[in-house]
């Protein structure tokens, strides 16, 4: 008798008739042993073990790449000296890969690096801070020096997956 299952690939595959003798997983690999009726007319009565590899079958692929959201202040708020900028970085399926982040000062014209994915850059170390959440990272961010009163401030993240989905997300204050 064989059994048959429904793959996430949308394929039915059989298992064999025999009795199964091993289920294995070793790196991402499944495994399966078991023994199978010989061949007709192969004269000998004697069950042949026979065995099954397949890489990851129930791993979902992952097509939906990492999100941003910013959460204060407000988009073109009157941003003060002192004020962080909150934002979250997450992932559907929790596999973040690299998430760098950077500040736009547009009076300057300065791009400043504030997060290079492993800590914060000089200008940010003090008071910035970055926290581990559900499926992701929540950030707030400070300037040392404060921000320069009167300019408007970009926050650039670049977030990529184990998947290789990435988000470039700008946002303004």
């Given at each position: 008798?064989?059994?048959?299952w429904?793959?996430?690939?949308?394929?039915?595959?059989?298992?064999?008739?025999?009795?199964?003798?091993?289920?294995?997983?070793?790196?991402?690999?499944?495994?399966?042993t078991?023994?199978?009726?010989?061949?007709?007319?192969?004269?000998?009565?004697?069950?042949?073990?026979?065995?099954?590899?397949?890489?990851?079958?129930?791993?979902?692929?992952?097509?939906?790449?990492?999100?941003?959201?910013?959460?204060?202040?407000?988009?073109?708020?009157?941003?003060?000296?002192?004020?962080?900028?909150?934002?979250?970085?997450?992932?559907?399926?929790?596999n973040?890969?690299?998430?760098?982040?950077?500040?736009?000062?547009?009076?300057?014209?300065?791009?400043?690096?504030?997060?290079?994915?492993?800590?914060?850059?000089?200008?940010?170390?003090?008071?910035?801070?970055?926290?581990?959440?559900?499926?992701?990272?929540?950030?707030?961010?400070?300037?040392?020096?404060?921000?320069p009163?009167?300019?408007?401030?970009?926050?650039?993240?670049?977030?990529v997956?184990?998947?290789?989905?990435?988000?470039?997300?700008?946002?303004?204050?």
């Amino acid at each position: 008798m064989s059994c048959s299952w429904y793959p996430f690939n949308v394929e039915y595959q059989d298992v064999p008739s025999g009795r199964i003798t091993g289920i294995g997983q070793q790196d991402g690999i499944f495994s399966l042993t078991y023994l199978e009726p010989p061949p007709p007319n192969s004269g000998t009565g004697e069950l042949v073990p026979e065995a099954i590899e397949w890489t990851d079958l129930f791993t979902i692929p992952d097509a939906e790449g990492p999100i941003v959201e910013y959460l204060s202040p407000e988009a073109m708020a009157t941003l003060l000296s002192e004020d962080p900028i909150v934002f979250t970085v997450t992932d559907p399926t929790g596999n973040l890969n690299q998430i760098v982040v950077a500040a736009i000062l547009h009076t300057t014209g300065v791009h400043e690096i504030v997060h290079d994915g492993v800590s914060f850059a000089q200008n940010y170390s003090s008071l910035s801070f970055r926290v581990e959440i559900a499926q992701g990272f929540e950030y707030t961010v400070r300037r040392n020096a404060g921000w320069p009163l009167g300019t408007r401030v970009s926050m650039r993240v670049w977030a990529v997956d184990t998947g290789g989905n990435t988000e470039i997300a700008p946002g303004s204050v």
